[in-house]
């Protein structure tokens, strides 16, 4: 298949470029690089068969889009592209949207244009907000908290009824918390400044960026305290990708899958977990809860077994020690 991918030299994304490649598909970024460096392409390049194609645009541009869709002719879009930060949503929700809605609008228009069917779109489990029950199915109700959570659930609601009108196939992916990195540690996480999740500010005290975790909150109702998340390795929901892909030429309209691991860890159990990939000990305080979190979140990821075959493959070691390998060799992300 020819498969276009947006924000495709991000972190999911670059991932996704490499297996994709190793299934022998014919893939095409589009990145404008404003989170991410024109050094994953050389390194998704090495890793591979070398094949992959990059332009460097915006999802806003539409005659970028026409271009680059044209040229191409895919036979689906997996489209990454977006914006990401919790916070900085709240504070500048407009931009968010914009990229977020008003880009998936564009992708979609774009590919209307040249006839391409089928999109795999990145959701998030944020979409769910506060927990009536856990696991969360994909029929639990949703009720985002953020900005950046209803730009994803609107445009979860886009894809659904453009795939509704025209026949086509939407595949809507809700991720639980990826981390971990390429077993090469050629690819991996590098967030700008100060980490706002869990695992790259564990992985920046170990190599010696800062002093100590900041624990938020140690008196949640879960078994040590801290809050209980559902993190899946990144290779794990790249391959996710190539089975949606795969789902998606024969089906038709929308679907939706959670792409966890149905295994929660804490915040400690990260920590311990990181410590013993590393060999050292990792310096934490509590600090109080962070505003907005949840206690403890889950997956029932079983439909996505079901129906694509796809299940989790990585443990929580491989978890912790991929993201070692990438941080200590690539202590400051791709400019090394
Ligand atoms: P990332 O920031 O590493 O990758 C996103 C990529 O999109 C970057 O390479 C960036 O340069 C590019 N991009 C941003 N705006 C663009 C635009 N207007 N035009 C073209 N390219 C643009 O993020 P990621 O962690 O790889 O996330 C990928 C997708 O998955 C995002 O849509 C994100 O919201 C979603 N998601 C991420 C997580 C997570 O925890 N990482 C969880 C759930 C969902
Ligand atoms: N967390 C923490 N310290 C940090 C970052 C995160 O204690 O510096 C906790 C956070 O409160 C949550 C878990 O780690 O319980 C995962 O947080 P992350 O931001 O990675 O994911 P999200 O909350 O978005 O699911």
């Keep these: 298949m020819r498969v276009l991918v947006t924000g495709g030299a991000g972190y999911i994304g670059s991932h996704t470029l490499v297996e994709l490649l190793g299934q022998a598909h014919d893939v095409l970024v589009l990145d404008n690089l404003e989170n991410s ?7 998704v390049n090495a890793l591979t068969n070398g094949n992959l194609e990059f332009v460097e645009g915006d999802i806003r541009d539409d005659a970028a889009l026409d271009t680059v869709m044209d040229s191409f ?11 990401k930060a919790v916070g900085d949503s709240m504070e500048q929700p407009l931009s968010y949207y914009d990229t977020n809605v008003r880009g998936t609008i564009g992708v979609l228009r774009a590919m209307d244009k040249v006839g391409c069917t089928r999109i795999i779109f990145s959701s998030s489990a944020t979409v769910y907000g506060e927990p ?57 996480e590098h967030p700008d400044g100060v980490p706002n999740n869990l695992m790259p500010f564990i992985a920046q005290v170990a190599v010696g960026k800062r002093k100590a975790l900041s624990i938020f909150g140690d008196d949640y109702e879960t078994p040590d305290g801290t809050g209980q998340r559902d993190y899946i390795h990144v290779v794990d929901l790249a391959r996710a990708h190539v089975a949606a892909v795969n789902f998606a030429q024969g089906a038709k309209g929308a679907k939706t899958f959670n792409i966890g691991t149905g295994q929660p860890y ?18 934490v305080v509590v600090a109080p809860r962070r505003a907005g979190d949840i206690a403890a979140m889950q997956a029932d990821a079983s439909l996505a ?32």
């Design 266 to 283: 804490s915040v400690r159990e990260m920590v311990a977990a990181f410590e013993t990939a590393c060999g050292k000990d990792i310096p």
């Design 132 to 188: 009536v029950y856990l696991p969360y199915d994909e029929a639990h109700p949703t009720n985002p908290t953020s900005v950046y959570g209803r730009t994803k659930l609107v445009s979860e609601h886009i894809i659904s009824d453009w795939a509704n009108a025209s026949g086509g196939t939407g595949i809507l992916l809700r991720y639980f918390n990826p981390v971990g990195a390429h077993a090469s540690a050629t690819l991996g």
């Design 73 to 83: 002719r895919p036979d689906a879009v997996i489209h990454f592209a977006g914006l």
């Design 305 to 336: 077994k079901a129906e694509m075959g796809w299940a989790a493959e990585h443990d929580l070691n491989d978890m912790a020690a991929s993201t070692w390998a990438w941080q200590s060799a690539n202590p400051n992300g791709y400019e090394d």
């Design 37 to 43: 460096s024109p050094v994953v392409i050389d390194r």
